[in-house]
């Protein structure tokens, strides 16, 4: 296994990248589900026309539809999971725990792979986990039920989620066409966006449409670039480490609103970047 590392810092940089513009959506004040729809149909179709161009092939369509089925729902699960454990729990207890769904990933990874990795990329494990606990840290503020049982069952879900998604996306990497795959996974996801009509509730004009969907295809773009380079990591490194690195991906989106934002820097935000650094360093094969 070989030639891993760089895609999974590709995958790291484009799709903290595009977390960031997650951020960029709301202070535009863009219409949420135009937003999403329009950054699902447009990896989509980028995939659908890689895949053509390239003159891709499938061996196995039952395989493809089950994994990108898979790969789809478990994306959506973890995806309206995070949003609800966040409506009863504060961000600085929610986003640390469905952080640590990477350490599920890595658990199977050793039990459904048997990967073995050194002892210095053991270390850069717990350094990167430390990282995301240090730096998606906030202050509650406010009452909140933190034991909340309705928002630590959806972090279970997400965790779930994220879980499944990482597990999918690996057989797939592995085992067929990977612009077929994301085809597929996203396709899936567009249309039930389309029949859960999310595009907008109650049929009223969406809000800023025109800055919604530049923000939307912005973001497929990135992530067709950046999801394609995780895929190119999981076909030829170990699961556990380069869905840790690609994991990371939060740390460029706080550097990013750092810089764009003027957003303030505390002591925590920097020594969770930090390590984050460090723990890349380690974690190279």
Request: proline fraction near 3%; aromatic fraction near 8%.
């Amino acid at each position: 296994m070989t030639g891993w590392f760089p895609f999974a810092v590709a995958a790291l940089l484009l799709m903290g990248t595009q977390r960031f513009l997650y951020k960029v959506a709301v202070e535009r004040n863009c219409d949420t589900a135009l937003t999403t729809f329009s950054f699902m149909a447009t990896v989509t179709a980028i995939s659908v026309a890689a895949f053509f161009l390239g003159g891709g092939q499938v061996a196995d369509p039952c395989f493809l539809l089950l994994v990108g089925l898979a790969n789809s729902l478990a994306f959506l699960i973890a995806t309206v999971s995070h949003m609800e454990a966040l409506r009863s729990l504060p961000a600085g207890v929610a986003y640390p725990l469905i952080r640590l769904d990477v350490l599920v990933v890595v658990l199977l990874s050793f039990i459904l792979f048997q990967e073995r990795i050194l002892d210095r990329q053991v270390i850069g494990l717990a350094l990167a986990v430390t990282s995301a606990l240090l730096v998606l840290r906030e202050r509650p503020g406010g009452a909140f039920a933190a034991r909340s049982a309705r928002g630590l069952l959806f972090v279970g879900a997400a965790v779930l989620g994220g879980t499944g998604a990482a597990l999918s996306s690996r057989y797939a990497a592995l085992a067929t066409d990977k612009t077929a795959f994301m085809a597929v996974s996203y396709g899936i996801s567009t249309l039930f966006l389309i029949c859960a009509g999310l595009r907008h509730a109650g049929g009223a004009s969406p809000v800023n449409p025109g800055s919604s969907l530049v923000t939307g295809i912005a973001m497929g773009i990135l992530n067709v670039v950046g999801f394609y380079a995780y895929l190119e990591g999981l076909a030829r490194g170990p699961l556990s480490l380069v869905t840790v690195i690609t994991g990371m991906h939060f740390v460029v989106a706080v550097i990013l609103s750092l810089l764009i934002h003027r957003e303030r820097m505390t002591v925590l935000r920097a020594c969770g970047i930090l390590l984050a650094v460090a723990s890349l360093f380690l974690l190279k094969g």
